[in-house]
Nanobody, 122 residues
Framework: QVEAVESGGGLVQAGGSLRLSCAAS????????MGWFRQAPGKEREFVAG???????KLYADSVKGRFTISRYNDLNGNLQMNSLKAEDTGEYYC????????????????WGQGTQVTVSS
């Protein structure tokens, strides 16, 4: 069974930090990019950050640049370090993997996790 599992979400005060982790399993993900997306209540899911398979390319949404850092340490595992969190960062965060170079586009990702909730209190 192919799956991606997120962990590390929770409740944090504004200005705090959280580290989300993504663990994939069930097949080889050699060559696959990893991305993070989020969905706030009542809003569409949006791109947060993406990293190429080699780790050489990292992209961020303008709203998180300078505060979030994406990383990965092998084909199957990666992190999203979130600092200086704001109330508007609240949402369900999803890890995704895809054989794509279009890191910001949802339709490039084939495998999605179930999501982990991040709530930032102001």
């Amino acid at each position: 069974q192919v799956e991606a599992v997120e962990s590390g979400g929770g409740l944090v005060q504004a200005g705090g930090s959280l580290r989300l982790s993504c663990a994939a399993s069930g097949r080889t993900f050699r060559g696959y990019a990893m991305g993070w997306f989020r969905q706030a209540p009542g809003k569409e899911r949006e791109f947060v950050a993406g990293i190429s398979w080699s780790g050489g390319t990292k992209l961020y949404a303008d709203s998180v640049k300078g505060r979030f850092t994406i990383s990965r340490y092998n084909d199957l595992n990666g992190n999203l370090q979130m600092n200086s969190l704001k109330a508007e960062d609240t949402g369900e965060y999803y890890c995704a993997l895809g054989f794509t170079s279009a890191l910001t586009r949802e339709n490039g990702y084939n495998y999605w996790g179930q999501g982990t909730q991040v709530t930032v209190s102001s």
